[in-house]
């Protein structure tokens, strides 16, 4: 899981050039796959091609990267709940521990 650092502080999931805090170069460090759910909804109403309920939640990130991604299992969409970050396809999606 990479995510992007900047010297402000700021961290961002994902390979960024520029701090959208300062402005400043980031920097891209390798950070672990681990992640816990911060909050999430479900979405019934989809874009064309998209298949109904998608379930989105927010996770947080070794120190403290924040990451929106799909969810694809409903029993997964607990505040507090620990998984991986997966990447299949070019998306990333959370996947909870096995209880
Ligand atoms: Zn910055």
Same mark, same amino acid.
């Given at each position: 899981m990479q995510v992007s650092t900047c010297t402000c502080g700021k961290i961002v999931a994902l390979h960024r050039e520029?701090?959208?805090?300062?402005?400043k170069s980031m920097i891209t460090i390798d950070l672990g796959n681990d992640a816990i759910v911060l909050t999430y909804t479900t979405l019934y109403?989809?874009? !064309?091609?998209f298949k109904a309920p998608i379930f989105l939640v927010l996770v947080e990130l070794e120190q403290g990267a924040k990451l929106l991604c799909e969810c694809k299992?409903?029993?997964?969409? !607990?505040?507090g709940r620990k998984g991986k970050i997966v990447i299949e396809n070019e998306k990333y999606y959370f996947l909870g521990n096995t209880k």
């Open positions: 520029q701090c959208p805090n300062c402005g109403t989809v874009p !064309e091609g299992n409903e029993n997964d969409l !607990e505040i």
